[in-house]
């Protein structure tokens, strides 16, 4: 297959991740959205870091979420546990591989503000099968996607950065931690019908705690998050079946991919980032009322966002913007 371009490659491999997923669906509702996760989780983490990391971040994913399902009703320990892996997404950070685990902070709070439905539409019941078939279906979604992806997709390996200022880094993802936990309190307590985990999400997709805040880059990011919000919004006001917005869902998984690898401006990645998230989440759900939601979730998200990167940079480096540290080449693509 080396002659056939990697843009096809790529398509075919989706192809084939969904293949044997989507008949499961009809047995078993709900199958396709939780073996989703599986398989986001391990395609976006085994482009930086290869089928080690990977597999290691899908399990995470999975373990984490089951946790978050059973911690629902003691938002402090919710809040703990949230504060915990932006923790350890600083120590990722500070040793260059924070994109290898971004999408396990990501997509944790989701499990933590709703159970996915599984066996049967609705609200699941939370018994230790429904627990162990979360578990075990988001890790064989992963380790499928896994499996396809090193032998179609060519071999990757884990991928470290270089961190100009590992202290730095960590603090960010321990500002993150921070905030991110205070979100899951006020989010839970507060608001728990509402789509709070949309805040969660946007912190980590804008930032990078490998470089100093820089506005441009920061708005192109801002610009990308809202820009993949409009399209779904015009995508659910067409009235666009949910069959169809799931498998839309991994064409922009395809798309996310393929930016990453070929590292296209960061700005581009986020908005089919942004997209494939709201979209293997959408099934059953009001789409125009989450749409509203999101709108302002991320506007919070980004002000937060801006936020943290400002602290650190007034902690670490005296000022709010600029070259505190030194800037890496390539800083403007998806890599970053």
């Not at 627990?131 to 470290?160: D, P, Q, Y």
């Not at 590992?166 to 993802?173: C, I, N, Q, R, T």
């Not at 839309?248 to 998230?277: H, N």
Request: charged share 10%; aromatic share 12%; proline share 6%.
């Amino acid at each position: 297959m080396k002659r056939i371009p990697f843009g096809v490659k790529l398509a075919v491999l989706m192809l084939c991740m969904a293949a044997p997923v989507i008949p499961f669906t009809f047995i078993w509702p709900g199958f396709y959205g939780v073996a989703m996760y599986g398989i986001m989780v391990a395609t976006l983490s085994w482009v930086s870091a290869g089928p080690k990391v990977s597999l290691m971040a899908t399990a995470a994913l999975g373990v984490f979420g089951a946790i978050g399902i059973v911690c629902r009703g003691q938002v402090w320990l919710l809040a703990v546990i949230v504060f915990l892996l932006g923790v350890g997404f600083g120590v990722a950070a500070s040793r260059g591989v924070n994109s290898a685990v971004m999408q396990v902070m990501i997509l944790t709070p989701y499990f933590m503000r709703q159970p996915p439905p599984l066996f049967s539409k609705g609200e699941p019941s939370v018994t230790p099968i429904y627990l162990i078939s979360v578990v075990v279906i988001v890790f064989l979604g992963g380790c499928w996607a896994i499996f396809l992806l090193e032998r179609m997709a060519g071999k990757r390996t884990l991928r470290v950065k270089e961190v100009p200022d590992p202290k730095g880094a960590f603090l960010y993802g321990v500002l993150l931690g921070l905030v991110s936990a205070s979100v899951v309190v006020v989010g839970q307590t507060y608001f728990p019908n509402t789509r709070w985990v949309w805040i969660t999400m946007t912190l980590y997709v804008l930032t990078n705690p490998l470089q100093p805040l820089n506005w441009h880059r920061m708005w192109q990011r801002v610009g990308g998050t809202v820009g993949g919000l409009a399209v779904v919004t015009i995508l659910a006001l067409a009235g666009v079946p949910d069959p169809v917005m799931l498998l839309l869902g991994l064409i922009t998984l395809w798309a996310c991919l393929y930016l990453y690898v070929t590292e296209k401006p960061y700005w581009e990645y986020v908005v089919l980032l942004s997209m494939t998230v709201v979209l293997i989440n959408s099934y059953g759900k009001n789409t125009h009322l989450l749409d509203l939601q999101r709108m302002g979730f991320t506007l919070v998200g980004a002000a937060l966002a801006i936020t943290i990167a400002c602290t650190v940079n007034l902690i670490r480096y005296h000022r709010i913007s600029g070259t505190g540290m030194p800037e890496l080449a390539g800083q403007g693509s998806s890599a970053d």
